[in-house]
Structure formats: C-alpha cells, structure tokens
C-alpha cells in the first residue's frame, strides 16, 4: 500500500473521454497514476481551493490552541487534494457529498462559506449548524452538503440513502460519500456496499486512507489493505489512485462519475494519502516518525505539486503565487475574525430545532 | 510585525501545562511547520509547530517551565531587527503561533447563564370529530396497519417501505400483504438481512425528502440499526440548526410475542421513549394504529411506531372514513372513572381494560388512559384524571427501572402531589431477560391479577 513517490515516473493520459462505459479494475494492484489534463485556469483554482483549505486548517488549529474552539477538532491538513480534485467532477448543488468527522476541507470544497464554517467551530450563532453542532456536524442543503458525521462509518448508508433518493426520483445526480481507510473496517460500509451494488445506486465510495485509523496504522488493522478491492466480492469496480496529485484524483473522480451517472450502480475510489497533523488536536501522533511525515510534506505536497507545476510552465510567477496567498489569509483572517466576534447562540436555541 | 507565540490548549480540557523544550533558539529562521517547542498536555508531550515564517526573535518562557497558562505568550517571531521587548506589544493580539487575530474583536465566551430557559410548552391536539352516523367496521390491527400504508402511498409518491420481506413474501406478518402489486417494486422493496445498513439507507433518503417507512421484522433486530436511528435521525435536526430533517417512520412489532425467549422479547418503549429528537408512538386499537400511522408516516420527523405480534390480529371497530388521522402526543381515556386512574399503551392496556371490568365487579370504578405516544407524553391528560381519582396505577410490559411508569410516577408527583391518596404503583415486566419456558415467561409479564392487586392497595380495598 505504498504510496509511491516520484511523480516523473506516471504514465499520462489524456483527459477521460466522456461516455466511456469501462470501469476501473477491480484488482488493482498498483496506484492508478493516469492524470487530467489541466489547463492554466484549472490550476490556478486548484491550487487556490487547496490553499485555503490549508490556510483554514492552520487558522482553526491556532483557534483551537486559544481555547476558542473547544471539543474535537480533525485537521485535514495534507489531504486537500482529494476533496479538490472529486469537487471538479461534481455538479455543485446538485451531486450530494457526505462526510465524517474531519470535515472542513469538504465543505470548503463544496462552496460553503468560510465565515459559516469557522462560526461553527467557535460555537456560535453565525455558524452553520447556528453554534449547535460544531466541528463534526455541520450541513449545508443549499451546497448538498449532508454532513459531517460523528460516528466512525455512519455516513457510508446515508451517502447511499441520498443515492437511492437519486435513483427513486430518477434524476441523474450522484451522491459521494467519503470515509476513512478506519472506517473502511465499519459492518455498515459492507451491509451498504452489498445494497449499492444489488440496486444499482449512484454512489461513489471514497475510501481517503490516510494510513492511520487514529493511531493504528492500515498494517495492523487491515487484513486486506488494498482498499480498491473492498467492494470486490460486491462486483464494485475500484481503483486505487494517487491521492496527493489532485490530477490524479480528478481523473479518477470523472470515470467514477459517469459510471454512477449512467446507472452502472456503486464506484469506489481508494485516495491514497496523508495528514500531516494527529488525529485531533490533542493526538500527539506518537505512531509515526518525524522523518515520515517530513518525507511527505518535502517530497509528496499537494499543494506544492500544483505551485511547481504553475511556476515551471510559466504560468504564474512566486508574485502571482504570493498574491493569491495573500487573498487566501485575507478570506480565512475574515473568517477567523466572524467566528471570534459573532454572539454565541441565544439561550432559546437550546429548545428549538428538536422537532419539526 | 513581530507575532505572538501564545502557549496553546491542545486537549478540550488543558487549562495549563510544562514547556518541556525548546527546538528552535534565539536568532534561528523559522519557517511553516516547524516545529518550535515541546509541550505537556494533561495527555502526552505535543509539538507546537510553526504557521509563519520569520526569525524566532525571543523566548519568554524557558524551557522545563512547569503550569504555564494556555494563552500566555510563550515567544516572539517577526523579521530580523525587530525589538525584543520582553513584553508582549501594546494593542498587538495575542496569537498561538502566528497571524494577528484582533482581540478587541474577540467576544470571549459567555459564562453559561445558570439560568435555564424553559421548555416550551407542549400542546397536543384533541382528536378530531367522528361525524355523527359514521359506520364503524371490525377490523384487525393488521388491515388497520397495511391500510394506512396504503392510503398514505396512494396519497403521496414520496412514500416507500422498506424492509425485510415487506414484498414478495408480502411481510413476515402480512403486514405489507398486498402492497407490491399495488404499488410496484420501485416503492415495496424487500432488503437483505441488514438492518443497520438499510435503517442508514433510510436515514439518508429521508434528508434527501423522501418519507420512508422502514419495518423491522420486529422491533429487536433495529439493536443493530440503534445507532443510525439515535445519532443520525433523532439528532440531525438539531446539529444542523433545523437545516436538515429526517421524515422517516421505524416501524415493526414490539414487545413480547410467545414463546421466542430473551432476545425477541424486549419492549423498547422507554428506551426510545428517551431520546430528544424522536416520536414514539404505541397503539392499542386498530383504529389509533390507522389513524396513528397515517399521522406518523406524515409527520416531518423521525417516528418510532411500536406494534405488537400479539394484538396483530385482534380485532376492533374502526371508523370509515376516507382519511382518518389522529393526533401523535394525544392519550385517548378508554373508559372514564372516579376511583383510580389506570394508565397504559400498547399491549399493556389488555391487562388493563381486563383489571378494570373485574375491579367494576368489586365496586371500584377504574378511569383507563390508553396513553397511545409515549414521545411526547400527554401527562396532563392522566394529571387532570389523577385530580379526579387521587390514585394511579401504570402498566407496561418492559422492565421496572427507567420505566414509563417511571416517568409518569414522577410527572404525577411532580404536578399534582397534593391530589394524591396513595403512592403510585408500577406494574411492570419483571425484572429478568425472558425466559423460554412457559410457566416462567407468564411469571415474568404482567398479569392481569396484579393490575387488580395493585388498584386494591393504592384504593385501600
């Protein structure tokens, strides 16, 4: 399950035609390293889009170390590539995505605003859930956001739940679902897989493995560590894919995506990739080395991915670059600011939103 | 502009903690993700790392320092040349590892007020009017069942059941007899074995707006799905700010049937009868199970609707109407009285009606509640009865402890204590898993013999 470096030795292909009816393999054994094609503008956002998911991570964390977001807080620092590259093969708005607990960077990617997202980690009335669910539970139905779950696992059938709401209306949306390579080992991942494939929903799995279940790395939890090959005795196609080169995840994202949209039923997508941080703030992140975790930042990044492509090709110059950092901190100080100074919720929320 | 580097809360409950060691010195470049300092947490030794970049100007609090505040400022970063000041600059914010936040833009936040607001006060609807000249039918609970299932599904596209045998086996107790070749397989859809899977498909089509119905072969097996119908039903609503939603009916026989041992014999009334968020509904009749679950399949939340095997079959006059829908929240008073009041739901309330036609033999009038939903309760319907009658017995077949009599025996303290003549009495299961044999299955479920023993103590008779 070795995520492998050196991105000079990936074969390129060129942009998924659309229309295609071939699924991944369902073996795979090695990562899928085919890559979009991106143009100037699709970097640009890329890059954008990951850095202020970034820059949020590190804004909460410093929110966190003040005392200002109190509870569990699960950074998602490392693994933006993911959420950026499957959004781009979204229909924002109309494709559902589901989550778990390490939410933020998802409903980033989703469009949901900054200013919303941080009010909720600080617990106050301007937040998403109105300072009520905080930074496991937070839900946008405008962006089709269904949550951030707090059960390990237990967004898997809802995500398939939203599909079968899909398929019964019969509109052409997909609903993506995304949990942990932990999770991964959860009985409803299954019960749901043997029903997304048995009524053909339009789901697609995003198993983010990030090689460690909190502290138990995938080796000593995992009997089958392949993750592409969970959904195998299900006749789900997966593939295991490069999750740091948000290329790659795009790629992958498109031919899962018009496999659930044309009704050929479940997809999953093992994103192979890594957080920088600990399981929450208060994971110590003793299970691995120093050295691990410095490998992947230097060598594997998937925001420096993009700058160093940006750069090389002549598309942007380290003062574009800056200027976009600049805009980034900008609309993350904003909503570090909100989401310090907006009021707590008002006593009478505590009884309203309980029933209908 | 020099940055704060402010010792940092890294658990929910650290309010202080050692400055272990320093990894960067004086003068030494810091750049994003370095790690600056070790810490002690009231948990592990964690790592500050840097955001900024910039030179690591001085250090305020040396290493080994023990009880450090969360907040206090811990060392300096900023460009070469800046001043050390040994103190925090004036108007600056203070900062755990970099950017400036405005502080005199952060509203810390507010002590819990110690007072509570109050709970809004719940008022159930009385039950609609049965015009006068309305025929009645005999019908069992079971066609009662199926047809509100099928009125509700002709009257709305958006309602499905969903469950083990619902369809082509037309329901493990025939419930669904029927309903697929009405309504096809797109909206009667049989599961596999997997109630915690399909209980979470259920949730997740009930956010995207449908008004599933999903059956539990019996309320036992949803044990498997009592995650998904707590955590992500019951408490979607409220964690999204009234965003989300959840229309879902959980339906199914609980209970004790006969004869099937510990694990299919369990009344789950006051377990869900708990849980903020849900409904929780309990027939007795036909007709309140018709008009019930039509109720239940509209209403826009989460609704636990808990049958009984046993009573499937009995049968009782039902109103025909073409759209016969009762209030959820509503008791409905069975049989009036002045002597003692008898409060039930579900099965419980044969032995109840039985205890009170042998107590009117014995000259005490008994006032039954059938209480219908236990989630919200009409307390002030058996509080207005035990005004009348100072005395209350309640009947349930779960077990004695955190039991619906429970809840009621307070409720009844609570708002009437001066009307009471006698404590309350609690006729409940005993408090044992079910046993397969029959004589200790009967010991083990209420009787009607102590429903009747009961209302002679707390009447003195």
Redesign the interface.
């Known amino acids: 399950m070795a995520v492998r470096p050196a991105t000079e030795k990936r074969t390129r292909a060129s942009a998924p035609t659309s229309g295609t009816k071939k699924p991944g393999k369902t073996s795979n054994p090695t990562v899928n390293y085919q890559v979009a094609e991106f143009d100037k503008d699709d970097e640009f956002k890329a890059y954008h889009d990951m850095l202020l998911i970034r820059r949020f991570e590190e804004k909460a964390g410093q929110l966190y170390g003040m005392g200002l977001i109190g509870g569990f807080c699960h950074l998602y620092i490392g693994q933006e590539a993911v959420v950026v590259g499957i959004q781009k093969a979204l229909r924002e708005g109309e494709d559902q995505v589901t989550t778990s607990y390490r939410d933020h960077g998802h409903m980033l990617a989703c469009g949901m605003d900054p200013k919303g997202v941080m009010a909720e980690l600080t617990g106050r009335q301007g937040g998403y859930s109105r300072g009520k669910g905080g930074s496991m539970h937070m839900f946008s139905r405008e962006k089709q956001f269904f949550g951030g779950h707090g059960i390990v696992g237990a967004q898997v059938p809802i995500g398939a739940g939203l599909a079968f709401a899909n398929k019964y209306r019969g509109n052409d949306n997909v609903s993506v679902v995304y949990f942990g390579d932990g999770a991964a080992n959860q009985g409803q991942v299954y019960e749901t897989f043997n029903m997304a494939q048995l009524w053909k929903l339009p789901v697609i799995f995003v198993i983010e493995n990030n090689r460690y279940a909190m502290g138990t790395s995938v080796s000593r939890s995992s009997a089958q560590t392949d993750f592409a090959k969970r959904g195998e005795s299900f006749n789900i196609p997966g593939e295991q894919v490069d999750g740091m080169d948000v290329r790659a995840v795009n790629a992958a994202a498109d031919r899962a995506v018009e496999w659930a949209r044309t009704g050929n039923g479940p997809y999953i997508l093992e994103m192979q990739t890594y957080r920088y941080r600990g399981h929450s703030m208060s994971d110590p992140a003793k299970y691995r080395s120093k050295d691990e975790v410095q490998k992947m930042r230097d060598e594997r990044d998937p925001i420096e991915q993009v700058r160093k492509r940006l750069v090389e090709k002549g598309w942007a110059s380290e003062e574009d670059l800056k200027e976009i950092d600049k805009k980034v901190r900008a609309v993350v100080t904003e909503a570090a600011d909100f989401a310090s100074a907006d009021a707590e919720p008002d006593p009478s929320e505590l009884w309203t939103d309980i029933l209908r | 502009m020099a940055i704060d580097i402010?010792m940092?809360?890294?658990?929910?409950t650290?309010e202080e903690g050692k400055l272990t060691k320093w990894l960067k010195k004086v003068g030494d470049d810091v750049k994003?993700?370095d790690?600056l300092a070790e810490i002690e947490?009231d948990?592990?030794?964690?790592?500050i790392e840097a955001?900024d970049e910039g030179k690591l100007l001085e250090i305020l609090v040396a290493e080994g320092t023990e009880g450090v505040k969360?907040?206090a400022v811990i060392a300096r970063v900023g460009e070469e040349g800046e001043a050390a000041t040994g103190k925090p600059e004036a108007g600056e914010a203070?900062?755990?590892?970099?950017?400036a936040?405005?502080a005199e833009?952060?509203?810390p936040?507010?002590q819990a007020?110690s007072?509570?607001?109050a709970?809004?006060a719940v008022k159930a609807e009385a039950d609609p009017d049965i015009p006068a000249g309305t025929e009645f039918e005999s019908k069992t609970v079971r066609e009662a069942l199926r047809e509100a299932m099928a009125e509700e599904m002709r009257r709305d596209e958006d309602v499905?059941l969903m469950g083990e045998e619902v369809a082509e086996y037309q329901g493990a107790y025939k419930i669904s007899q029927g309903l697929l070749d009405e309504f096809g397989a797109?909206r009667v859809i049989d599961?596999?074995i997997?109630e915690?899977?399909?209980?979470?498909?259920?949730?997740?089509?009930?956010?995207?707006?449908?008004k599933p119905i999903v059956e539990f072969m019996t309320f036992n097996f949803a044990m498997q799905a009592i995650?998904?119908i707590i955590?992500?039903a019951a408490k979607?609503?409220?964690?999204?700010?009234?965003?989300?939603?959840c229309p879902i009916v959980f339906r199914g026989p609980n209970g004790a049937a006969a004869r099937v041992g510990a694990q299919h014999s369990q009344d789950y009334a006051a377990w869900y009868g708990m849980i903020?968020?849900l409904?929780v509904v309990m027939p007795y009749s036909a007709a309140d199970a018709k008009g019930l679950l039509k109720a239940a399949i509209r209403d826009?939340?989460p609704v636990i609707f808990l049958e009984n095997e046993v009573l499937y079959g009995h049968h009782f006059e039902v109103p025909k109407l073409d759209d016969y829908v009762l209030p959820i929240g509503k008791a409905r008073i069975h049989k009036a009285g002045k002597d003692v009041t008898i409060v039930s739901f579900g099965m419980g309330m044969s032995y109840a009606i039985k205890a009170a036609d042998e107590l009117a033999g014995l000259g005490i009038d008994a006032e039954v509640i059938d209480l219908r939903t236990i989630r919200p309760m009409d307390i002030e319907t058996v509080v207005n009865s035990v005004k009348k009658t100072g005395r209350c017995v309640t009947v349930e077949e779960g077990w004695p402890q955190g039991s619906v009599g429970s809840e009621i025996a307070y409720q009844i303290q609570a708002n009437v204590f001066d009307y009471l003549d006698a404590p309350v009495a609690r006729i409940t299961g005993k408090d044992v898993p079910m046993p397969y044999a029959a004589n200790l299955e009967k010991l083990a479920l209420p009787n009607v013999g102590e429903v009747i023993e009961a209302v002679r103590a707390v009447t003195y008779r």
Not at chain 2, 197 to 208: E, K, R, W
């Open positions: 402010l940092p809360a890294l658990s929910p650290m994003s993700g790690v947490t948990k592990a030794t964690m790592e955001v969360v907040n203070p900062q755990p590892a970099a950017e936040a405005p833009k952060t509203q936040m507010a007020s007072t509570v607001p709970a809004p499905f797109r599961t596999p997997t915690h899977g399909f209980a979470g498909i259920g949730v997740g089509a009930a956010f995207a707006g449908l995650d998904q955590n992500s979607t609503l409220y964690m999204s700010g009234g965003q989300m939603g903020p968020g409904k826009p939340n």
